[in-house]
């Protein structure tokens, strides 16, 4: 089977390999966000599409015969555009997406659907560990009333202000480690994405064991697919088109 991922996860490279492992023809798309970033088995191609589009006529072109979205739970639009590319050319849709974390119980969480309310929310003079990604980090910009450690993989394009400061590092994460960096730092409030999975969660346990308040910033709604949540519920979804 002719099989296009649109990738980028951890989840995305293990749905690859399994797959070329098993025979198929698989190519995954990457955005090109992350430099460096560890290649599945199969074909790559890397770039946009060009919205809605260019990804119906690129699947057209090269007889794809299964889209995959495994792409971040906050990738959003390209989530949306696979809906709607997908519906367009009768091609079947899974969506292979980790689960969500859930409070659990000494959780103090405030969960709000975007960075802009997050940053509006945090009190003055909080210490904020910072994991939400590039995307948004602007909300913060005018909150010179807190300290902000921004945890990145990749370093941002544009100059940060004082008060925003970088930490540079990759999951996974341990809670050794989560718990002596909220420490050090004086860490108040964790601002987060609800990204699931186990690499980054320590830091929902470190801060449920320090007393830190967790502003969780909701999935956003993704429409209709064949949804799965693991590897094999991924590949047997695949292969039969069935959830």
């Not at 970088?166 to 480690?177: E, K, N």
């Not at 320590?202 to 308040?213: D, F, S, T």
């Not at 697919?225 to 590897?231: G, I, K, M, Q, T």
Request: neutral net charge.
């Amino acid at each position: 089977m002719k099989i296009l991922i649109l990738g980028g996860t951890a989840e995305a490279r293990e749905l690859a390999n399994r797959l070329v492992d098993r025979g198929h023809d698989v190519t995954s798309s990457l955005v090109g966000r992350t430099s460096d970033p560890r290649l599945p088995k199969g074909g790559i191609r890397m770039g946009k599409f060009g919205g809605i589009p260019g990804l119906a006529a690129y699947m057209r072109a090269v007889g794809t015969q299964r889209l995959v979205d495994a792409t971040h739970p906050y990738a959003g639009l390209m989530s949306v555009n696979a809906v709607a590319a997908a519906q367009a050319t009768g091609i079947g849709l899974v969506r292979f997406m980790r689960q969500a974390w859930t409070q659990t119980p000494g959780d103090d969480w405030l969960t709000l659907d975007t960075t802009a309310e997050a940053a509006a929310a945090l009190p003055a003079n909080a210490d904020v560990l910072l994991t939400s990604g590039h995307t948004g980090l602007e909300a913060f910009f005018e909150r010179d009333d807190c300290q902000f450690v921004a945890r990145l993989i990749e370093p941002p394009v544009a100059e940060l202000p004082r008060h925003i400061s970088v930490l540079l590092s990759r999951p996974p994460y341990d809670l050794t480690g989560e718990i002596q960096l909220m420490e050090r730092e004086e860490i108040t409030h964790l601002v987060t994405k609800n990204s699931g999975g186990g690499q980054t969660a320590a830091k929902l346990a470190a801060a449920r064991r320090l007393g830190v308040k967790v502003i969780m910033i909701a999935r956003p709604a993704y429409g209709p697919a064949v949804e799965v949540s693991d590897l094999d519920g991924a590949m047997a979804a695949v292969e039969t088109g069935a959830g």
